[in-house]
């Protein structure tokens, strides 16, 4: 906000014209010059401790209410609303807002200045009306007398201010209607102001479209009409082109909206020919049609403007050795244009003169690159000038036209054998694709789209959407094995890849077709193929896949694990069999050791026989309820030999009772590898701790060993299912891994989980989790 001083505020209090309010910080008057007592008649008595809003009129009361501490703030330095006086009349002001000192304090002053017209000088007045970039105009009131007019009236019209002083307007002629002033005056007359629009010719005759406001000034007590015009032909001009254009794009999309519905065609094409005609007003529009040979050509659809004779029956079957040049310039230059038939060749000219015909536009329709026909569009009544953007857009329908009729072409060649085609791809699951590698528009099948859960007509009858879908990855190679076979480097183009569905899940489809047509080039111009849904193939070739990798991990594991102790098996019957003399202690230790040995290997048979039916979804999980401490009690006692064997002391303390609700044989099993293996990795003398809790609504079991522990790599693929980690003991005992995965899978069937916290080196602990019972 700009600072205002002490002596300029000395100077604005003597003013009668231009008002003053000085303000505290928090926007209360603290006082005013005279203009605001003699102008809006509010003392300053009256004003003081009072808000700014007070001289406002209620109309802007609130958004003054939220101008004013902007202004304290310095966020706004202006305003433009008008005050009302005490009296109720309206003064319009431009008010400025300062900072500035005032008897010692900080104010906050607002300077309005008076644009109220009775308090204009003349000298004021003038500046403005030649100040301005507005057309201005005085003229009398009664007389319409023209006293004075701007500089930029007599610069933007062509006249001199001797030329427009003292005539009238209707002599001056500057109405090129002048019916639109009288009307002006006429709502002038009624309500004091009028304002509208109305053409101006300037004086070498040039129209200007204007925007008009005629008001009452006053100048030395006496009244006039003061017209202020403003020239808005550039903007007309532009609103034409604009509608123009959006004409223009309109009837393109009604063209292209017909040109793709499956109703009547022929109704269909003479509804585009209609309103063709009528946006670009010819007096006739029409296709003819060649025949195979190319010899001859027929008027098989028309339109006619109001007043011009159908000329269809008389162009039928008309030969083109007759018209050599319109095929030549047709083929040659791809369109007939003359504004002047007399233009053109004289074969033309002696075909189109008895036709009436004195202007045309003509273009070429291609079908299957055979000169199929063309599309005319003829004037009848005067040399017509073709505007480049018509000519634009005329060709553009055509190329829809053609694009209509191709389609037409081959739904009439391929109907009966699509439908038979259809219905066994249909009963095949399979879709169909057709390319035109010319125009890339491709046709499918429905079932192309319903494979991805898309409806038929819900999506774009060109190949760039199912392009897009295909996955980025996989897009190179079809485009690579595609190009081979359009180049003839194989027989057929296949390839399989994923692609996007509705859902955005990834399907996979088995793509295979061939170039059916090719120019006489050898120039691929059509393409055929299916498209076949191979997802569910996929997903059970990949589950096999990893059913086989399992196997052969599992298989590896097993064999090794089981060659161990049945060779020890061997070794220590062979030696008890023998005649080598044993000692008593010596028997019982082997004795001992084939039990250890066959307890172990029991388990891991076990292991493999609920591994297997698991796979096989044998086991049926069947839940009841168990107590938790029971179960964890007969394990220990079952393993307490193993335990015993490395000094391990396990702790396991009754608090309290904990009933699951979880199937019996799963549980017993997750629990006897858990602690079998923390038995395994425990190092002599070690201790396992077992711990039972209550987790929000689920039994926790923790079972707790300071063994040699894991790293995070180990932690990380312990419950995968083709993982199997076969690792030593402390004293060396073989395990597969099995066991943690049987874990895992049977306690999620429980509807619970399991995880492991280890530091290699320190231990580890297992936790799992199944439902409490209910």
Not at 34 to 59: C, M, P, Q
Not at 333 to 346: A, H
Not at 669 to 681: T, Y
Request: charged share 25%; with cysteine.
């Amino acid at each position: 906000m700009n600072f205002i001083s002490e002596s300029k505020l000395d100077e604005l209090f003597g003013g009668k014209l231009d008002f003053l309010f000085i303000l505290d910080m928090d926007g209360n008057i603290i006082d005013v010059n005279l203009a605001v007592n003699s102008i809006l008649g509010y003392s300053r008595k009256s004003l003081s401790n009072k808000t700014l809003l007070t001289v406002y009129s209620s109309h802007y009361r609130e958004k003054m209410g939220v101008i004013i501490p902007l202004a304290i703030r310095g966020d706004v330095i202006s305003c433009p609303y008008p005050f009302i006086t005490k009296n109720g009349e309206i003064i319009p002001v431009d008010t400025k807002f300062y900072i500035g000192w005032w008897k010692g304090q900080n104010v906050v002053v607002a300077v309005s200045t008076n644009l109220a017209a009775k308090y204009f000088s003349e000298d004021i007045f003038l500046s403005i009306f030649n100040g301005t970039q507005t057309m201005m105009a005085i003229t009398a009131l009664d007389s319409n007398v023209v006293f004075n007019v701007n500089n930029v009236f007599l610069e933007a019209l062509g006249y001199t201010l001797e030329e427009v002083s003292g005539k009238t307007v209707r002599e001056l002629g500057i109405y090129y209607k002048y019916a639109q002033r009288e009307d002006m005056l006429k709502r002038f007359s009624a309500k004091g102001r009028a304002e509208g629009e109305a053409t101006i010719k300037t004086k070498s005759g040039e129209l200007l479209e204007c925007l008009l406001s005629f008001k009452r000034i006053k100048i030395q007590s006496k009244d006039y009409l003061l017209a202020a015009v403003t020239n808005i032909t550039q903007r007309k001009q532009m609103e034409e082109k604009l509608k123009h254009l959006n004409h223009q794009q309109k009837l393109l999309a009604d063209v292209t909206q017909l040109l793709n519905k499956s109703d009547d065609f022929d109704s269909v094409i003479n509804t585009v020919l209609k309103l063709v005609g009528q946006h670009s007003n010819v007096s006739r529009v029409y296709i003819c049609e060649n025949t195979a040979d190319e010899r001859f050509t027929s008027n098989t659809h028309e339109w006619c403007n109001e007043g011009i004779t159908e000329k269809k029956d008389e162009f039928q079957m008309v030969p083109f050795e007759a018209v050599p040049s319109w095929k030549k310039m047709l083929k040659e230059e791809g369109r007939i244009f003359s504004v002047n038939i007399q233009e053109l060749p004289q074969d033309m000219i002696d075909l189109l003169e008895p036709l009436n015909i004195k202007s045309l536009l003509a273009y070429p329709i291609y079908i299957q690159n055979r000169f199929w026909g063309f599309m005319g569009f003829d004037e009848c009544l005067r040399n017509k000038t073709w505007m480049e953007d018509e000519m634009t857009l005329l060709s553009t329908i055509t190329s829809n036209v053609t694009n209509a009729l191709q389609r037409k072409l081959y739904l009439n060649q391929f109907q009966n054998s699509e439908l038979r085609l259809r219905l066994a791809l249909r009963g095949a699951k399979e879709g169909l694709w057709d390319w035109n590698l010319v125009t890339n528009e491709t046709y499918f099948t429905d079932t192309c789209y319903t494979m991805l859960g898309y409806e038929y007509d819900e999506m774009p009858k060109d190949g760039r959407w199912w392009k897009e879908l295909i996955h980025p990855e996989d897009l190179p190679n079809v485009l690579r094995a595609f190009d081979n076979h359009v180049k003839s480097k194989t027989d057929y183009y296949e390839s399989v890849f994923r692609i996007k569905d509705r859902s955005g899940e990834w399907r996979w489809i088995l793509d295979h077709g061939r170039v059916v047509e090719r120019d006489e080039n050898g120039k691929a111009i059509r393409a055929v193929g299916t498209h076949i849904d191979i997802s569910k193939q996929k997903k059970i070739e990949q589950q096999l896949q990893e059913m086989l990798n399992t196997k052969d991990n599992l298989f590896s594991i097993i064999s090794h694990d089981l060659r161990g102790p049945v060779g020890n098996f061997m070794q220590i019957i062979e030696l008890l069999t023998s005649d080598m003399e044993i000692t008593p202690d010596l028997q019982a230790d082997l004795l001992n050791e084939l039990k250890s040995m066959s307890k172990n290997t029991f388990y891991l048979l076990e292991n493999l026989l609920n591994w297997s039916r698991s796979q096989r979804s044998e086991i049926v999980c069947n839940p009841k309820s168990l107590i938790v401490n029971e179960l964890i009690t007969q394990n220990i006692l079952l393993l307490s030999t193993a335990a015993n064997q490395k000094s391990i002391d396990i702790q396991f303390e009754e608090k309290k009772r904990y009933e699951a609700y979880a199937d019996y044989d799963m549980i017993n099993l997750v629990v006897r590898n858990l602690l079998s293996n923390a038995i395994k990795f425990t190092r002599p003398q070690g201790v396992i701790k077992i711990n039972l809790s209550e987790q929000n609504g689920f039994v926790e079991v923790a079972i707790e060993d300071n063994g040699v522990g894991m790293s995070q790599e180990i932690v990380d693929s312990l419950f995968t299912h083709n993982e199997f980690r076969s690792t030593y003991g402390t004293n060396q005992e073989k395990g597969s891994g099995l066991g943690l995965v049987l874990c895992n899978d049977f306690v999620l069937r429980n509807k619970g989980s399991i995880e492991v916290k280890s530091i290699l080196g320190e231990g580890s602990t297992f936790i799992f989790t199944i439902p409490l019972n209910a």
